[in-house]
């Protein structure tokens, strides 16, 4: 090396160079193992954060039915299962439902015919669309159904010109009709049938006040009329001390645990305050196969003095006739019972 001139770079020595390589090295790996902690950090942070719901995969949507028959199949099951959302999802709205014995009216939308489901899903529409197992190809509308029943029209509608037809478009039903309603044959009350029957209740005072004659009332209750609802009933009252007594009620069904019927006097023209029109004769209640229990009200407290008499079977032996017979009246003459 010449003194006054720089030195040569391609006479370093390899020592010199080795050296400074080393240098470089051992700066790396301080900084790498300085950063591992902070990568290590952000690899498990991002790990255990859970993904946005915008980056969540959408569900695919539901294929829409390419024919006729592949649609009233799904209709038909859904009907039967009583998925009322994706029946009210599959008519084109708004809709005119028809009826044979009723005024037309349109659905506007879902919501309203969900709201109204009961009265147009009749029992005879669903029966019509679950009888119906296959539809035939046609070109045109088709009618799950008969003329004289209920019945609803499916066919492709078109998109882009709402309320009309089309060969190709999504499959919707266009039209429900509404056949005759079948007449409902309620089964007949049972209050009513044991009232024309005819209901009798009698009671005895528990000390007679005379030995010769039973100290006996009876109470016979029946609907004259044999009509249900009840409109007229009759209360004939018989008995010791020389009572024969008909009042005319009016039976008035009363709500609570118990079937109960009360019973208002209709006698406007009586003299007795107890029997004048709107006063509480007595209460029936009713419990289903047993014995019926007459309150005594208002009414009826001049002629009993019990609160309630119970119904008496015709088992009953002792009160058959507990206020029949004769009664004496001295000098070998007889009084025949009331």
């Known amino acids: 090396m010449v003194p006054g001139k720089p030195a040569n770079r391609r006479h370093r020595s390899i020592p010199g160079r080795s050296f400074l390589l080393a240098l470089i ?25 859970p993904p946005s719901p915008a980056t969540l995969s959408k569900p695919p949507v539901s294929v829409e039915p390419t024919s006729i028959e592949d649609f009233y199949g799904k209709l038909r099951l859904a009907t039967l299962r009583g998925d009322r959302s994706y029946v009210a999802n599959q008519l ?5 439902i028809s009826s044979s014995t009723e005024k037309s009216f349109a659905i506007k939308d879902a ?5 109204r489901y009961p009265e147009i899903m009749v029992e005879a529409l669903v029966q019509s669309i679950s009888d119906r197992t296959t539809t035939e190809p046609s070109m045109g509308p088709v009618r799950i159904g008969t003329t004289e029943s209920s019945y609803l029209t499916i066919f492709h509608v078109c998109e882009n010109a709402p309320g009309e037809l089309c060969r190709a478009g999504p499959i919707r039903v266009v039209a429900i009709h509404l056949g005759p309603r079948r007449p409902t044959e ?37 609907s004259p009329d044999r009509r249900c609802p009840l409109s007229r009933v009759v209360l004939d009252i018989t008995g010791y001390p020389g009572i024969a007594k008909v ?27 107890s029997e ?52 004496p009246i001295g000098n070998e003459q007889l009084l025949r019972g009331l």
Not at 25 to 49: F, G, I, S
Not at 192 to 221: I, Q
Not at 252 to 271: D, E, Q, T, W, Y
Request: charged fraction near 25%; aromatic fraction near 6%; charge should be positive.
């Open 25 to 49: 090295l051992a700066a790396t790996c301080v900084t790498c193992r300085r950063d591992a902690p902070n990568k290590t950090e952000d690899r498990v942070e991002r790990t255990a954060t």
């Open 92 to 96: 084109r709205y708004p809709i005119n």
């Open 276 to 327: 004048r029109a709107g006063v509480l004769m007595a209460t029936l209640d009713f419990e289903k196969e047993q014995a019926a229990t007459m309150l005594v009200g208002p009414g009826l407290s001049a002629y009993t003095k019990r609160r309630s008499i119970n119904e008496a079977s015709e088992d009953d032996q002792s009160a058959q006739r507990p206020d029949a017979g004769p009664i």
């Open 186 to 222: 309620s089964a007949p009350d049972p209050i009513c049938e044991r009232l024309f029957g005819g209901l009798r209740f009698v009671e005895c005072s528990a000390v007679p006040r005379t030995h010769d004659y039973p100290d006996c009332r009876t109470v016979n209750v029946s």
């Open 111 to 115: 919501s309203e015919f969900l709201s």
């Open 247 to 273: 009042i005319q009620v009016s039976a008035v069904p009363a709500s609570g645990p118990l079937r109960r019927v009360m019973l208002f006097s209709n006698a406007h023209s009586s003299k007795k305050a």
